[in-house]
Structure formats: structure tokens, C-alpha cells
T-cell receptor, first 112, second 115 residues
Framework: QQQVKQSPQSLIVQKGGISIINCAYENTAFDYFPWYQQFPGKGPALLIAIRPDVSEKKEGRFTISFNKSAKQFSLHIMDSQPGDSATYFCAAYYNQGGKLIFGQGTELSVKP | GAGVSQSPSNKVTEKGKDVELRCDPISGHTALYWYRQSLGQGLEFLIYFQGNSAPDKSGLPSDRFSAERTGGSVSTLTIQRTQQEDSAVYLC?????????????FGDGTRLSIL
């Protein structure tokens, strides 16, 4: 099954709060999991990525947590800022080819 | 160039017409990908190139869609006899090579509207 399920569809967080976005997958052939950030009218920009042999990766305010046995991974945005307001996509890279399979996206709004 | 460049940024055309969308990848990137982003379907993979070869065309929705890449650089996505359901943003990405773990860098897309 080449699907990545993402939730929630939309998220409102107060400035300074923690934003959490979750993704789940079924296909064990996925072996690389990037997160992308997209602003209106722009293409997706790579934010952070993780491999399944690592349980957590942190870059600045952004952290990916990965649970290989549960086939789930999540993005945590600490100290969320209004400038973080964007659509976030999780994705999975299929190791048999060159394509990324994307989740449906989460529209994040950080209120001042 | 500094980033992936796509042209035109916007295209409005009548149903039944053919359209060509262009992608200029990051200099030195040998892999190039086409995706489609629409409200109902999210981000969908269409096709990718490693050099001038297209190992995976599985995402092309119909035989009206085709893509080519010449000289290992610029790629063109062609949609023949456009239909209203083809309206979407067409995104191009590139990476150093095709393979897991290789970051894909996206352009800002071509917004295609079929009247």
C-alpha cells in the first residue's frame, strides 16, 4: 500500500506553543521520511528528514520522532511562531524508485 | 541556477488545447521529478528522470501526458487535448541523483487553468 496518512488536516496553535503533526504508513519499502513546508504560491521546501533506523532527529525548533514498529512518525514544532504558519507535508521515499509519496498536508496557523 | 526554475508560472488555456510546461533543474542535478498538486488529490508523483531516461512513468494519469528530458538538463511536460480535470499546479523537483535520502528541491510550479 503506497499511502501516507497525515493528521490533523488543520491545526491552530498559540504563539509559543508546540505544534504536532502525525503521519502513518504501511509499506515497509519506504526508507526515508522528509517533511516539507509550503507557503502559498510557493513550492514545497525541505524542512527536515529522517531514516527509520533513527528514533529522533532535531534541527533547531523542529523535531521528527519516528516509531518504526508502529510505522508512525511525527513533526514537533517547538515555540511555534506566526511565521511558521504554512502547510506541512510529510512524505515517504519508496526505495525501489525515485518518487516521494506525500501525506495530504496539514494547514498550520499560529496565532499571535 | 540557484534553484529549480519553472515556466510559465501561470497558464490559462481552453479545453482541448495542448500545453507545454518547462522545468530547469538546479545545475548539476541529474535527477528530475514532476509532481501535480491539486485540491482534491494533494501532491501526486507523475514521472522522474535519471539523466535523460525515465525509469518510472507510473504516475502519468493518461496517454495525453508525456515528458521528455534532453541533454540531462531541461525537461518539458506536455499535456495534449487538455481537460478541465487537468487544472492543477504542476511542480518540478530535482536532486543530485535519484535515490533514497537524496533531498528533492522543488520549484514554485506552473499553475494551469483549463477553461
Amino acid at each position: 500500500q503506497q499511502q501516507v496518512k497525515q493528521s490533523p488536516q488543520s491545526l491552530i496553535v498559540q504563539k509559543g506553543g508546540i505544534s504536532i503533526i502525525n503521519c502513518a504508513y504501511e509499506n515497509t519499502a519506504f526508507d526515508y521520511f522528509p517533511w516539507y513546508q509550503q507557503f502559498p504560491g510557493k513550492g514545497p521546501a525541505l524542512l527536515i528528514a529522517i531514516r527509520p533506523d533513527v528514533s529522533e532527529k532535531k534541527e533547531g525548533r523542529f523535531t521528527i520522532s519516528f516509531n518504526k514498529s508502529a510505522k508512525q512518525f511525527s513533526l514537533h514544532i517547538m515555540d511555534s511562531q506566526p511565521g511558521d504558519s504554512a502547510t506541512y507535508f510529510c512524505a515517504a521515499y519508496y526505495n525501489q524508485g525515485g518518487k516521494l509519496i506525500f501525506g495530504q498536508g496539514t494547514e498550520l496557523s499560529v496565532k499571535p | 541556477g540557484a534553484g529549480v526554475s519553472q515556466s510559465p508560472s501561470n497558464k490559462v488555456t481552453e479545453k482541448g488545447k495542448d500545453v507545454e510546461l518547462r522545468c530547469d533543474p538546479i545545475s548539476g542535478h541529474t535527477a528530475l521529478y514532476w509532481y501535480r498538486q491539486s485540491l482534491g488529490q494533494g501532491l501526486e508523483f507523475l514521472i522522474y528522470f535519471q539523466g535523460n531516461s525515465a525509469p518510472d512513468k507510473s504516475g502519468l494519469p493518461s496517454d495525453r501526458f508525456s515528458a521528455e528530458r534532453t541533454g540531462g538538463s531541461v525537461s518539458t511536460l506536455t499535456i495534449q487535448r487538455t481537460q478541465q480535470e487537468d487544472s492543477a499546479v504542476y511542480l518540478c523537483a530535482s536532486s543530485l541523483v535519484a535515490g533514497s535520502g537524496q533531498p528533492q528541491h522543488f520549484g514554485d510550479g506552473t499553475r494551469l487553468s483549463i477553461l
